[in-house]
């Protein structure tokens, strides 16, 4: 226990002095309470037209202007915040689910599961992945939950390679063997010595399967098949201001989503490359 906690403390100041992961910790942070509270406390409606506002200019009754048919851009900002976040937590908790288990399996039991689990992550890596999600939520139906579920269900294979992996070398270990020759069970085995071993490059994968589904979530809704209007993600708020028109003359309409996005992508993989950075035992810096 005391290894342990010795453990993470160590790993807690190595992440400490890692200005730019300290950064992006914050940053997420504060993304995170201002989508869940600030329309409490705000009274903030996306979806409320102001009939004699269309296409303002950012001023005191609305801070970052309206849209077209005269919606809140900060209002919009900050649910479609809720949403992209939502979906890059969702996707990542799918995938996770899926990959992790499959590789343990893999790796631990060999033979015949190992063969049918990296075969299938050798099929479904060799599709390009966006091509997939299209089609497959073209057939399901673009919505909030089938989006980040889909993103999650073609994201399996990394987790399930890493895992794969890193189980390999870790069920030959001797307190594995000790495990095995006391009669633990295989299950047992698996929660309890393998898996905790193999949480640091997982954890790295999170973050950047957190970051590729938020995304990959913007794309598909900039391509009108990803989180449907009225309601606000940031892909879709990118997505109705495409015309010339917008770009070169109503920037408050496009430049917030955008900037938003480049924001949370760069601080999600600043935040997994501390992560990785603290977890790593060769580095001592």
């Known amino acids: ?32 309470l201002a989508v869940v509270f600030l329309p409490l406390v705000l009274d903030l409606d996306p979806y409320f037209s102001d009939l004699g506002a269309f ?19 900060f209002a919009r900002l900050i649910y479609g915040g809720r ?10 908790l799918t995938a996770a689910a899926l990959g992790i288990p499959l590789g343990l399996l ?33 057939v399901i139906g673009p919505s909030l939950l089938s989006v980040p579920l889909v993103i999650g269900f073609l994201g399996w294979t990394e987790f399930a390679r890493i895992t794969h992996s890193k189980a390999l070398s870790v069920r030959e270990k001797e307190y594995v063997e000790s495990a095995r020759a006391v009669g633990t069970r295989d299950l047992a085995i698996m929660i309890i010595y393998v898996l905790p071993n193999v949480l640091s490059p997982v954890l ?25 209007p009225p309601m606000a993600s940031w ?9 010339i028109t917008v770009l070169a003359y109503k920037f408050w309409q496009w430049l917030p989503p955008g900037l938003s996005l480049v924001l949370t992508i760069l601080s999600v993989n600043f935040l997994g490359d501390g992560i990785r950075d603290a977890l790593d035992p060769r580095r001592t810096d």
């Open 83 to 92: 949403v992209s976040l939502f979906v890059g937590f969702l996707s990542t």
């Open 1 to 32: 226990m005391n290894s342990g906690r010795t453990r993470l403390r160590y790993g807690l100041k190595k992440f400490a002095r890692r200005k730019p992961a300290v950064a992006a910790l914050v940053i997420l942070c504060a993304e995170i």
């Open 235 to 243: 892909g879709n708020m990118l997505h109705e201001a495409q015309s």
């Open 204 to 228: 790295v994968a999170c973050a950047s399967m957190t970051a590729s589904a938020i995304l990959t979530e913007s794309a598909l809704s900039f391509l009108g098949m990803g989180v449907q």
């Open 106 to 138: 893999a790796a631990y039991y060999r033979s015949w599961i190992e063969m049918i689990v990296m075969r299938l992550v050798d099929m479904f890596m060799s599709f390009p992945s966006m091509i997939l999600i299209l089609v497959l939520v073209s």
């Open 55 to 73: 296409d303002t200019a950012p001023g005191t009754v609305h801070i970052l202007g309206t849209d077209s048919i005269g919606r809140d851009i």
